[in-house]
């Protein structure tokens, strides 16, 4: 079982729409928790942290399940650039330097 | 503030050849990562260091070495490249108790 598992999509959205999707993982121990955003072709850039409580940035907000194992993400007001693969990040308790990354899930936004 | 550079951006090697991508960064960081990317499939951790001097597999280790002279560089060495390997590389590097790993822009390597 992979350590971190996301919906691929793609979800395809217009613009203007609310799309969400969400991230589970497997390991308990983990402590830290991460949305990436991945252009085409490009390194993936840190989004957000997702804090115990649900946390909002802009457009974006991000809640986590502990109980459930699982975080997501939400988008309101989807706008053409926010077309690319949003990553789902772990990290463990007893590893500070290490990360789990989910294969990531695709967000096209069409006008 | 050029963060962290990786070189080469594009390589082709042949089946058996060696090759070292490098990896360095400009802010200090203790931990250096490098990553490989492969389609479906989440970023893969191959070898990580937490400071000069101390390196340590990852997930995906086999085929690989790296060293870690100095704090700012962390090359990556191919000791003989197969198809299997065919792959896009990240190097990463964070801080103790950080809130985000910053990614150098990749290498993309086609092994034929």
């Known amino acids: 079982r992979k350590e971190v598992e996301q919906d691929p999509g793609p979800f395809n959205v217009p613009e203007g729409a609310t799309v969400a999707f969400n991230c589970t993982y497997s390991?308990?121990?983990?402590?830290?928790f991460f949305w990436y955003r991945q252009d085409c072709r490009k390194e993936p850039k840190l989004l957000m942290s997702?804090?115990?409580s649900g946390n909002e940035d802009g457009r974006f907000t991000a809640q986590l399940n502990r109980a459930s194992q699982y975080i997501s993400l939400l988008i309101r007001d989807s706008k053409l650039s926010d077309s690319a693969t949003y990553l789902c990040v772990v990290k463990d308790r007893t590893n500070d330097y290490k990360l789990s990354f989910g294969a990531g899930t695709t967000v096209t936004v069409r006008a | 503030n050029a963060g962290v550079t990786q070189t080469p951006k594009f390589q082709v090697l042949k089946t058996g050849q060696s090759m070292t991508l490098q990896c360095a960064q400009d802010m200090n960081h203790e931990y250096m990562s490098w990553y490989r990317q492969d389609p479906g499939m989440g970023l893969r951790l191959i070898h990580y260091?937490?400071?000069?001097?101390?390196?340590d597999q990852g997930e995906v280790p086999n085929g690989y070495n790296v060293s870690r002279s100095t704090t700012e560089d962390f090359p990556l060495r191919l000791l003989s490249a197969a198809p299997s390997q065919t792959s896009v590389y990240f190097c990463a590097s964070s801080s103790p108790g950080f809130y985000g790993y910053t990614f150098g822009s990749g290498t993309r390597l086609t092994v034929v």
């Open positions: 390991n308990s121990a983990s402590q830290s």
């Open positions: 997702v804090y115990s």
């Open positions: 260091s937490v400071g000069a001097g101390i390196t």
